[in-house]
């Protein structure tokens, strides 16, 4: 509690504070009262606010800087992933022991269910039914890739679905097969649900632990907000619980799936559901759309054919989700109804699509304050750069994409032409284009811990890579262009800059501490920092153990 003579809650002092807010980037020390900040400025002004009953976090170095805002990420599927079958940290070569591993620790479990596998391990990013069918042949197996748009099954998830070379492909969809059109065990987007939607519902208790632990899991990596970016209603169910019982402790903007197979009914049903799911520090006020699936297994909508491994235009140009005048009706629709709308496009047309269909909504209902976003943007034809700023569009980036990983080098240089190829994660050039820049992580695509992001936008070279060559270098972000998207940018993503997303009098305090301050050039590479601290409101909500909180 604050005493009435305006003394302090909480002093931060220290280290240095970077506050992503450019009237004033630098300072020395916050204070912090009744959750918010109540100066930020040089050391010696700020400690005037030290009263007898004031915490004070003496930092010794490191940096201070606003909580991260994760604009795009999946913690409810994350945490469900952590406590199923998950891949994310074992080798390629160790799937099979991994999954045969986990068979065995759960076996009352009718399913073998999980994720995290990485396609460029697999010879055209397809893994076999073989490999799971040797080591789990009593049961089903269901792996999700690690980018959530391909399965890798065994036999026996392909024979309970009845999948068989007499199976067509799905509409949007595509199942892998040997030359006698025989299922390998890879299905592609759409055709991941012929076996998923048997794989046996989680239910409400282990949605709601899934979403404590994603919660947790961003908490210790500085994240105090996030965007959780495909959100069903069985989730959004799962959120309002943990939210009604106090335990959602992060800010979290819900976009919730447009099905595209049930079409304009979720119009009438939308508004309600997501209004009785906007409570405590959750709001359902986004609605998520993929306009198209990924590169690597060519199902990103392209304006030219991909090409072969030869250099030969193909006949496939990707998959549109929805046609571009029925994308267009959905999104003024949406955009009517209030909604920010949130669209996947990785590919140069599924972009040019999704610009389109927003300036539809512009032009059919006139500029509202809306926070409509395109999300990974891997390819970005430069005449569409400059629409971003002038429809008002987020651009939605995963900055740890942009490097020379095996995706790039195996999955999708070789069937690019050079312009195309450069082409990729535009950050710094859709910046100086005057779009708002907001960053995600796509986690459990791509680990959540956003000072690794934050190294890859940088210096555009994969952490694990860190001699090696960086990848369109014309398109790295300085520290605070990229500090910026992370806080203050994300914070405009998720309408919630008004009230955080930098360290200003007045906001909310919601800060990460780190262990070093990366603006140092002595301080080493940036994703080798830690955070020690992250404070919501100026409770932390993680702390190093040896940090004192006791002052
Ligand atoms: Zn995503």
Known sequence: MSGAD???????????????????????AVAVRDGRVAAVGAER????????????LRLRGGLVLPGFHDAHVHPSIGGLELLACDLHEV????????VARYAADHP??????????????????APHRAALDAVVGDRPVFLASTDGHSAWVNS????VAGVTAATPDPPRGRIE???????????????????????????????EAGIELGQAHLHRLGVTAWQDALVSPETLAAYRAVAERGALTGRVVAAVKWEVADGDAQLATLPE????????RLRATAVKHFQDGVFENRTAAMLDPYLDGDGAPTGNRGIGMLPPDELARVVTALDRAGFDVHVHAIGDRAVREALDAFQAAADANGRRDSRHQIAHLQFVHPDDRPRFRRLGVVANAQPFWACLDGYMRKLTLPFLDPERAGWQYPWASLRRAGAVLAF??????????????????????????????????EERLDLPAALDAFTIGSAYALRLEADTGSIEPGKLADLAVLDRDPFDPAAGPIGDARVLATLIEGEPIHADPDLDLAG
Request: negative net charge; hydrophobic residues 40%; glycine residues 14%.
């Open 177 to 207: 097969r040997d030359a006698a059109g025989e299922p390998t065990g890879a299905l592609h987007e759409e055709a991941m649900n012929l076996v998923g939607d048997l794989v046996p519902d989680p239910g409400p208790a282990q949605r």
């Open 273 to 280: 559901l997501t209004r009785t799911h906007t409570v405590g």
């Open 6 to 28: 305006g003394a302090a809650d909480l002093l931060v002092v220290g280290a240095p504070v970077y506050t992503a807010d450019p009237a004033r980037r630098w300072a020395g």
């Open 45 to 56: 002004d700020v400690a005037a606010l030290r009263g007898p009953a004031t915490r004070v």
């Open 108 to 125: 009352g479990a009718p399913w073998v269910e999980g994720g995290g596998w990485v396609m460029d391990a697999f010879p055209g990013g």
């Open 440 to 473: 995600g992580s796509d986690w459990t695509v791509s680990t959540a811990n956003p000072l690794l992001e934050l190294e890859v936008a940088v210096n555009r070279v994969a952490p694990g890579d860190r001699g090696g060559e960086p990848f369109l270098p």
């Open 156 to 159: 026996r998830a392909l024979a």
């Open 91 to 98: 080798e390629p070569a160790g799937y099979p022991a991994a």
